[in-house]
């Protein structure tokens, strides 16, 4: 099936770096817009033969959305600091997920049939990490590395079975998931220096 789409994407990124004593502070913010220039179903259920049509259709939305991001650092002695960092992520699903077999190029019931389609309206998966790290000197010869992070993530893809009116069945992409993920990494290294230095993430 040959196709051709031409969906506009568009980033900014802006961040400011603030040294107060020893506190360091970096604080920024980006920007996401995403238009896929494409279209989506109006009624999943419509007649197989009509799920196509023009009148079951409508524009894609476009996606946006501004991210914050923080972090700061500061000693707690002469051979270690503490680091904290807090963030808002945007990710479009990939364009595999947004246009596979698209709705409106000619789809008939025998090529809707267990077909899996994408869907130019998914919403972006949205992401709100939290991270507190130290890093200290041990010894003067080795380094620790200690980090606890938390993520809490929205919009993440499933799959949707769906069945038309004519008992038409076939499958398509949707933001159905919620995740949240939890870690503790840590790491002991060797120096070649004499200080650790600790910047946010």
Same mark, same amino acid.
């Given at each position: =099936?040959?196709?051709?789409? &031409?969906?506009?994407?568009?980033?900014?990124? /802006?961040?400011? #770096?603030?040294? $107060?004593g020893e506190l360091v502070l970096n604080a920024g913010v980006r920007f996401d817009y995403f238009k896929p220039n494409a279209k989506t179903m109006i009624d999943k259920r419509q007649l197989s033969d009509l799920i196509g049509a023009s009148d079951n259709l409508r524009e894609a939305s476009t996606k946006t959305q501004l991210s914050p991001r923080l972090g700061f650092s500061f000693p707690i002695s002469d051979r %270690?600091?503490?680091?904290?960092?807090? %963030?808002?992520?945007?990710? =479009?699903?990939?364009?595999? #997920?947004?246009?596979? +077999?698209?709705?409106? /190029?000619? =789809?008939?019931?025998?090529?809707?049939?267990?077909?899996?389609?994408?869907?130019?309206? $998914? &919403?972006?998966? @949205?992401?709100?990490?939290?991270? /507190?790290?130290?890093?200290?000197?041990?010894?003067?010869?080795?380094? $620790?590395?200690?980090?606890?992070?938390?993520?809490?993530?929205?919009?993440?893809? %499933?799959?949707?079975?769906?069945?038309?009116?004519?008992?038409? %069945?076939?499958? +398509?992409?949707?933001? +159905?998931?919620?995740?949240? /993920? #939890?870690?503790?990494?840590?790491?002991?290294? #060797? =120096? @070649?220096?004499? $200080?650790?230095?600790?910047?946010?993430?």
């Amino acid at each position: =099936m040959d196709y051709s789409r &031409k969906p506009l994407e568009f980033a900014a990124y /802006v961040q400011d #770096k603030l040294e $107060l004593g020893e506190l360091v502070l970096n604080a920024g913010v980006r920007f996401d817009y995403f238009k896929p220039n494409a279209k989506t179903m109006i009624d999943k259920r419509q007649l197989s033969d009509l799920i196509g049509a023009s009148d079951n259709l409508r524009e894609a939305s476009t996606k946006t959305q501004l991210s914050p991001r923080l972090g700061f650092s500061f000693p707690i002695s002469d051979r %270690g600091a503490f680091h904290v960092s807090y %963030g808002h992520f945007f990710q =479009m699903p990939s364009f595999e #997920k947004l246009f596979e +077999r698209p709705i409106d /190029v000619h =789809m008939t019931p025998l090529l809707l049939a267990s077909a899996r389609l994408g869907d130019a309206d $998914l &919403k972006p998966e @949205r992401t709100i990490a939290y991270e /507190v790290g130290l890093q200290q000197e041990l010894s003067g010869q080795f380094g $620790l590395d200690v980090t606890l992070f938390y993520k809490d993530i929205r919009d993440q893809l %499933g799959l949707e079975a769906v069945k038309t009116v004519d008992a038409v %069945g076939f499958t +398509r992409y949707i933001n +159905r998931d919620y995740g949240r /993920v #939890k870690g503790f990494p840590f790491s002991l290294e #060797k =120096m @070649r220096t004499g $200080l650790i230095s600790a910047s946010p993430a």
